[in-house]
């Protein structure tokens, strides 16, 4: 039996005046993921307790069969195992992203989708200011970047499960000045991120940005701190070998925690100008080796982020046009068993320009799924349906039952 699953990221979100009522998800063309509705099930699942952020790390680990209430420990710990960066029991991960902040308001949480180049030119500057042994800042793609703090019994850990900060995605075109971190060692992270202003205001990479156009990075912003997580294998749970393709290091992080492979794809970009193409073509090549791949594409989450409905729309529509349909013809002409599942990590909504708690629709076909007699995949249909999953880690046996 193979096993796909594509994760259109953010993809849910709420009826929209300017589509009559409807979501973007509806009214885009996805005759594929249709497909997939009727000819298996469409159901609803929470990836998002309320008690935890309605984050990325917290969906997608619930997502991939893990209940975030036991396991959840701070999305940037993921994202360091995914550049193999060890930590220590008792390190500290911080998440780094180089923004836009003008005016106190937060104008772009990516810094004009800043290159991972001028990144590092930046971060070096920001390291050779550090007057703190303990801390070191580590490049990564774009605007996404970490800060290590390893602790020593001499020197421990200032911060605790307390310590709050708010990811800055969530702040666009917001004023920022009651959104500093809060809690245990806050007054450091607070601290570093108002002496980066000084540290980059004159910066060649901020002066070249500037003469071109472009956004200077003004800041970095320091948020979803945790500690390395202890996860089971997959493959001890599930007895499957996994593959993961994204362009996205919390994937990447929480795919090698649980032992899955990671597919490098060339073109994939963790934006809307992915080669969509290309993360089908990987998907189905992995086939021939791994029992189960799981394909995620940030492409919807960014288009939501940045409250472009358009860019959803069509986003959606590349994503079943290049992804799953393909995915699904190879399925069905390989002869082999197999189930395929569509769904969302968490909604984000272009209203808000940031995610939320609830549901997401999820759609499953393949092999020993009766159809439900659904004809389209959708959140409507979704919520109409029996099929529920309140504790969205339990959708990934259900799948693989």
Not at 68 to 82: D, F, K, S, T
Not at 101 to 126: P, R, W, Y
Not at 290 to 309: F, K, N, T
Not at 350 to 358: A, N, R, V
């Amino acid at each position: 039996m193979k096993y796909v699953i594509i994760i259109p990221d953010g993809c849910a979100d709420e009826s929209q005046t300017r589509l009559d009522g409807k979501t973007p998800l509806e009214v885009a063309e996805t005759p594929a993921m249709d497909e997939i509705a009727r000819r298996g099930v469409v159901g609803r699942a929470n990836h998002t307790p309320a008690h935890l952020p309605a984050c990325s790390s917290v969906a997608n680990m619930s997502l991939l069969g893990y209940d975030p209430v036991m396991n959840y420990n701070g999305r940037a710990p993921l994202e360091a195992a995914a550049q193999g960066i060890e930590l220590g029991d008792q390190d500290w991960c911080v998440r780094c992203n180089l923004v836009t902040v003008q005016d106190q308001t937060m104008n772009s949480f990516t810094a004009g989708h800043i290159s991972s180049e001028e990144a590092k030119s930046l971060l070096a500057t920001a390291q050779e200011n550090m007057t703190d042994p303990r801390l070191e800042f580590i490049p990564g793609v774009s605007y996404r970047n970490l800060l290590v703090l390893r602790a020593t019994p001499d020197s421990p850990s200032p911060f605790s499960s307390e310590t709050r900060a708010t990811p800055p995605h969530d702040l666009t075109d917001q004023k920022v000045t009651e959104d500093f971190p809060r809690g245990p060692g806050s007054s450091l992270l607070c601290e570093l991120m108002n002496q980066s202003a000084g540290w980059f205001g004159n910066h060649s990479v901020n002066r070249l940005r500037v003469e071109s156009g472009q956004p200077p990075a003004t800041n970095i912003w320091l948020w979803g701190l945790g500690r390395r997580p202890k996860l089971a294998a997959f493959k001890l749970l599930h007895g499957l070998d996994g593959a993961m393709i994204t362009a996205v290091d919390l994937l990447r992080g929480l795919a090698k925690l649980i032992g899955w492979d990671c597919i490098e794809v060339p073109g994939a970009t963790g934006y809307t100008d992915t080669d969509y193409a290309a993360k089908g073509r990987y998907a189905i090549e992995s086939l021939a080796k791994y029992d189960l791949v799981c394909v995620h594409i940030e492409a919807p989450d960014e288009a939501s982020h940045e409250g472009d409905l358009e860019k959803k729309i069509k986003s959606l529509e590349e994503i079943d046009q290049h992804i799953v349909a393909p995915i699904l013809r190879h399925l069905d002409q390989s002869g082999e068993e197999f189930r395929i599942l569509v769904t969302p990590d968490h909604p984000t909504y272009l209203s808000t320009k940031t995610h939320t708690h609830g549901d997401v629709p999820f759609t499953i076909c393949g092999t020993g799924i009766k159809p439900d007699g659904n004809q389209q995949y959708c959140e409507a249909i979704a919520a109409a349906s029996e099929l529920a999953k309140p504790k969205g880690w339990e959708l990934m046996p259900y799948f693989l039952k």
